[in-house]
């Protein structure tokens, strides 16, 4: 089934409500008093209202392959949990929830058991609940409904710029504060500082629902901070060190390349054809290779010294999980099939097969414990400015060159299903630009989708 983007919006406040209902009540039996468990103001947890709409349309297709769709829940919910955990880690440079004292965890940002039952609610979702918030939402007058949902998303959009603005100012102030007697005088002395208000109001509420902003954590925080500082006092700076910013986009860039280079080889090897295996109009680049270096990099970066067999069943999982998103979305928003495994044995829908999950598998392990290292190193040693300078190049053209990929292939897939009747400057331009044998040439197994 095929949800439009109105009945995705429903699906994403319905399920932000069941959640935030969810977790407090699970927390107020836990600690027998209401604990308010969502990180904004309002009823509402997006994390859960984003993983409903991620069912909804990666998972759906598997509605009458119940194992694969409780396994995909559980793949999907791992990738969401931990890409989430990094990038709230890297942003705010601190934890919002942590398992490492857990059994059976990742990272600390997920444990099996919490994966477990997000699996058990993607059939809950899929086969019962979705089906019948469809036919209620269609009961609502389509105007109506759109003028309910602006109002509500607004008032998340404000709720959440509001949280993000107080806890940079905690941050910010907490920095400042070496020796910490006790963390609910600290926020309030904030809180005064900036006025009452908003930001006085989200820091008292940061200060309830977040055990983990306690006097321990700020300190050991601050000091860890401090030590990096001195320790990082008197040393040449070194361009990209690490795995922050200026590294993953040389990652990306090189990735690209890359695995551009490798799948055009694999191509003529197995198939006796040299062929264009490019994600984009302008060099070749693939954009899936790019993106998966990033995200294994990031997910598996603690994780480098481990076993080639670890590294090898978190690749094969994380990797089938991410092609399969990558077909879907490819689909949902080019109307356009980039690849199909449908004459591959064990594949799954034509998107994925279990021979390739090996190959990410093993690209994996050569990534991480071979290439990675290599390429770290070689980044490194790129001058400080320069580096900086070449970084933004790379970054602005690879966006430039994504985004005119993006409409010729819109395009291009418009003249292949004969809805290109509308005639303007900006069709024109693609169409003398972007011709079918230009797209054929560089997309030469792209097809409609139907």
């Not at 922050?244 to 890359?258: E, I, M, N, V």
């Not at 603690?302 to 089938?320: A, H, K, V």
């Not at 109307?335 to 034509?350: A, C, E, M, R, V």
């Not at 392990?365 to 790379?394: D, N």
Request: charged letters at 20%; hydrophobic letters at 50%.
């Amino acid at each position: 089934m095929h949800y439009s983007l109105y009945q995705l919006t429903w699906l994403f406040i319905l399920y932000s409500l069941i959640g935030w209902v969810i977790g407090t009540s699970s927390a107020a039996l836990r600690k027998r008093k209401f604990i308010d468990v969502g990180a904004l103001f309002g009823p509402y947890c997006p994390s859960y209202g984003l993983g409903g709409v991620c069912f909804a349309v990666f998972l759906s297709e598997l509605k009458d392959q119940l194992f694969f769709l409780f396994l995909g829940g559980v793949i999907l919910t791992f990738f969401l949990s931990v890409m989430t955990g990094l990038i709230l880690e890297k942003i705010f440079h601190r934890k919002w929830w942590d398992y490492s004292d857990k059994r059976m965890q990742f990272g600390g940002y997920v444990r099996l058991i919490s994966v477990l039952a997000w699996g058990a609610s993607a059939l809950v979702c899929i086969l019962f609940l979705n089906p019948l918030f469809t036919e209620l939402i269609a009961l609502i007058p389509e105007l109506a409904g759109i003028i309910i949902l602006f109002v509500i998303c607004l008032t998340i959009l404000i709720d959440l710029i509001g949280t993000i603005s107080a806890i940079t100012v905690v941050r910010s102030r907490i920095k400042r504060i070496i020796l910490i007697d006790d963390v609910s005088e600290s926020l309030q002395k904030a809180a005064d500082a900036m006025g009452e208000g908003l930001t006085g109001w989200v820091l008292k509420h940061l200060e309830k629902a977040y055990s983990g902003l306690d006097r321990r954590e700020l300190v050991k925080v601050r000091r860890e901070e401090k030590l990096h500082q001195d320790a990082e006092a008197g040393k040449p700076e070194i361009f990209a060190r690490g795995c922050g910013f200026y590294k993953l986009a040389c990652l990306f860039f090189l990735g690209s390349l890359l695995g551009d280079i490798t799948e055009t080889i694999f191509c003529y090897i197995t198939m006796g054809e040299l062929m264009s295996r490019s994600s984009v109009v302008y060099g070749p680049f693939s954009i899936v290779w790019g993106m998966g270096c990033v995200l294994l990099t990031l997910i598996l970066y603690q994780y480098r010294e481990r076993s080639d067999s670890f590294i090898f069943l978190f690749g094969t999982f994380l990797g089938g999980a991410y092609e399969y998103i990558c077909s879907v979305l490819g689909e949902l928003f080019f109307g356009t099939i980039f690849w199909d495994y449908s004459g591959i044995p064990f594949n799954l829908g034509g998107r994925i097969n279990l021979l390739y999950c090996f190959f990410w598998g093993i690209a994996a392990v050569v990534w991480m414990k071979f290439l990675y290292p290599r390429l770290s190193a070689l980044i490194e040693r790129i001058p400080v400015k320069p580096g900086k300078w070449l970084t933004w190049i790379m970054v602005v053209f690879m966006c430039f060159n994504m985004l005119i990929s993006s409409l010729a292939l819109y395009r291009y897939n418009q003249r292949q299903t004969n809805s290109s009747a509308e005639t303007n400057a900006y069709t024109e331009f693609i169409d003398t630009h972007f011709p079918d044998e230009r797209m054929e040439r560089i997309y030469p197994k792209a097809k409609p989708a139907k």
